[in-house]
T-cell receptor, first 113, second 113 residues
Framework: DGGITQSPKYLFRKEGQNVTLSCEQN?????MYWYRQDPGQGLRLIYY???????QKGDIAEGYSVSREKKESFPLTVTSAQKNPTAFYLC????????????FGQGTRLTVV | DQQVKQNSPSLSVQEGRISILNCDYT??????FLWYKKYPAEGPTFLIS?????DKNEDGRFTVFLNKSAKHLSLHIVPSQPGDSAVYFC????????????FGKGTRLSVIA
């Protein structure tokens, strides 16, 4: 059945290492998004992509990178430049770019030690 | 500067009574508004939305009201059930301004049996 799959659900990394979070969707959605949730901060937009091979920075893009080589996939790399990487990361997609409801994956909890 | 504000971090309601969750926005370009429900360690799930051409949208126990002049919307849940206990996020988007969803910080609803 259709949906958005994020893997893994829990991820531990040592400080200074880059780590890539996976996001795959089989909903045939054009747009995909990455949000970060911190306690008391709500959901903050990291990056979004409206079509394949195109993406834009969100409000907190520093220390992150993305790629959109396939419509189904939008991986997020948390680099060593991200100062506070420990957070809950949420991937989402929507049928058309912007201005419509987005559907979320189950999230990845990243802990950097 | 926060564009979508949920000023009540938490709300407790007796089972069977009405829950009213509030949301204010500052960006007059926003023309599409949504509510999401989120359980811990899970992705948000879409609840209900409203376009700026309407002032009310109803879906079962959930009704969203929009007051454009006041830049305010509210979610009413009647009757409230223990399973409604979750964090509720208000989100807004602009079709004309081409912005992805902007989320508030959320309100934690506790429905007491």
């Amino acid at each position: 059945d259709g949906g958005i799959t994020q893997s893994p659900k829990y991820l531990f990394r040592k400080e200074g290492q880059n780590v890539t979070l996976s996001c795959e969707q089989n909903l045939n959605h054009d747009a995909m998004y990455w949000y970060r949730q911190d306690p008391g901060q709500g959901l903050r937009l990291i990056y979004y992509s409206q079509i394949v091979n195109d993406f834009q920075k969100g409000d907190i893009a520093e220390g992150y990178s993305v790629s959109r080589e396939k419509k189904e996939s939008f991986p997020l790399t948390v680099t060593s430049a991200q100062k506070n990487p420990t957070a809950f990361y949420l991937c989402a997609s929507s049928i058309r770019p912007l201005g419509t409801e987005a559907f979320f994956g189950q999230g990845t909890r990243l802990t950097v030690v | 500067d926060q564009q979508v504000k949920q000023n009540s971090p938490s709300l407790s309601v007796q089972e069977g009574r009405i829950s009213i969750l509030n949301c204010d926005y500052t960006n007059s370009m926003f023309d599409y508004f949504l509510w999401y429900k989120k359980y811990p360690a899970e992705g948000p799930t879409f609840l209900i939305s409203i376009s700026s051409i309407k002032d009310k949208n109803e879906d079962g126990r959930f009704t969203v009201f929009l007051n454009k002049s006041a830049k305010h919307l509210s979610l009413h849940i009647v009757p409230s059930q223990p399973g409604d206990s979750a964090v509720y996020f208000c989100a807004a988007a602009s079709n004309s301004g081409n912005t992805p969803l902007v989320f508030g910080k959320g309100t934690r609803l506790s429905v007491i049996a």
